[in-house]
């Protein structure tokens, strides 16, 4: 499976840009699955739903399954912050792409997502593993450094997905390389 960390501050446009690399990679053949870290802490059931009168009643893990879905729910009796590799292996392997929203300071490639208006520093000046820069303006002479890193159309998830499936096996993830 190939992987590329979607990164940048908050409210930079990192989700609008994976909701357009979804459907874009899919049109090309590509089975897509998206990691997400949340800082804090997240629903994904409601309450009174049998799943969350499980997790409520105090189980670790409770599975759901359908014809359509599978959910795991794990709850943990302590806060543990886990890596990016730690969520990568919960996936199922047939995979071609693995979206990872977040995990901004992870050891990944990473596409930076980046706005000038935004007005939050760039991480590509510090960051070895930014490969790419996603911007409104797809040209490298608004950026707060010059970079030799490709500059995309942050709105043009077509040319970002062009340009993925054109780097070959360079987002190939090796799980054994990150072994703890």
Known sequence: MNVIVVAGYSGAGKTTLVERLIPALKARGQRVSVVKHAHHRFEMDHPGKDTWRHREAGAFEVV????RRLVLQREFEREVELTVHHALAELYTGVDWV?????????????????????????????????AIATEVPNATHLPQPTGLPVLDLNDGNTVADWLLSQGERFAYDAAQFAD
């Open 64 to 67: 759901a399954a359908s014809p």
């Open 99 to 131: 979206l990872v929203e977040g995990y901004r300071d992870c050891n990944l490639p990473k596409l930076e997502v980046w706005r000038t208006a935004h007005g939050k520093p760039a991480l590509y000046p510090n960051d070895p593993f930014v490969v």
